[in-house]
């Protein structure tokens, strides 16, 4: 088992640009989230699917859609991206089987200039 | 208030010696708490979790919960250097059992 897969590891990218960040679990796992990871912030929720068909809002939505595709796949998009989006992104998935512990994978680290 | 508040950090510790690390959350119907190690440039990843009062014992590592304090700690015992990392405490929100929030972490270095 791959666990939870995450690509690209590295994007820079312009602001005003757009761009999808991938995420895949072959865990069977129900639920997905991302997160955002910033220098003295912690982790934070951008979005969450706690199934598949379904999306939330976590804390920090704004500037950021996501689609479930399917059980594996959950895509964060950011349509126009800003400096202020500058972050490490993680993609983590759960299920009510695992005791709901949330398994993260490697992480995506996006420059915004 | 924050909802889940870690020691500030960083905190350093001899080889051998006992490391505490110390979580407070602010949500009384927070019922999964957890705590994940993450090396720097890494992922989070699971060190243990705790659902009921009391202490959880894994190896060297020990997690206690106390429910009525609001209050989750992790100890590790007979810390090595390789223990030298970031320890994030992440709570389940009330009404959601599977929506964690997360403390910032508390740097923790195992000096040989």
């Known amino acids: 088992n791959a666990g939870v897969t995450q690509t690209p590891k590295f994007q820079v990218l312009k602001t005003g640009q757009s761009m999808t960040l991938q995420c895949a679990q072959d865990m069977n796992h129900n639920s997905m989230y991302w997160y955002r990871q910033d220098p003295g912030m912690g982790l934070r929720l951008i979005y969450y699917s706690a199934s598949e068909g379904t999306t939330d809002k976590g804390e920090v939505p704004n500037g950021y859609n996501v689609s479930r595709l399917n059980k594996r796949e959950f895509s964060l998009r950011l349509e126009s991206a800003a400096p202020s989006q500058t972050s490490v992104y993680f993609c983590?998935?759960?299920?009510?089987?695992?005791?709901?512990?949330?398994?993260f994978g490697p992480g995506t680290r996006l420059l915004v200039l | 208030q924050k909802e889940v508040e870690q020691n500030s950090g960083p905190l350093s510790v001899p080889e051998g010696a006992i490391a505490s690390l110390n979580c407070t959350y602010s949500d009384r119907g927070s019922q999964s708490f957890f705590w994940y190690r993450q090396y720097s440039g890494k992922s989070p990843e699971l060190i243990m979790s705790?659902?009921?009062?009391g202490d959880k014992e894994d190896g060297r590592f020990t997690a206690q919960l106390n429910k009525a304090s609001q209050y989750v700690s992790l100890l590790i015992r007979d810390s090595q250097p390789s223990d030298s990392a970031t320890y994030l405490c992440a709570v389940t929100r009330g009404g959601s059992n599977y929506k964690l929030t997360f403390g910032k972490g508390t740097l923790l270095t195992v000096n040989p």
């Open positions: 983590a998935s759960s299920s009510r089987l695992a005791g709901e512990t949330q398994y």
């Open positions: 705790i659902y009921s009062n």
